[in-house]
């Protein structure tokens, strides 16, 4: 049995994100910074996308459709 150390990426538009240390173990606080960055992130739907090597990514995805 082998154990492999995941890191955590999030994305958005195919932008990789920092991830502050101090903010690592908090996704709500986490997406607060992140929205500071990109405001639609606000609205936007955190998808988990898996795993990609070493590498566990969750990816913001904005909402699409129409307005009403």
């Not at 150390?5 to 910074?33: E, K, S, V, W």
């Not at 609205?43 to 988990?48: G, K, L, Q, S, V």
């Not at 090597?53 to 129409?66: I, M, N, P, S």
């Amino acid at each position: 049995m082998q154990i492999n150390q995941l890191t955590r990426a999030y994305r958005y538009d195919g932008i990789d994100l920092p991830i502050p240390p101090h903010l690592a173990g908090d996704p709500q606080a986490l997406r607060a910074y992140h929205a500071t960055l990109y405001p639609a992130i606000l609205n936007a739907e955190a998808i988990d996308v898996g795993v990609a090597g070493t590498v566990h990514v969750t990816e913001y995805r904005r909402a699409v459709g129409t307005k009403g």
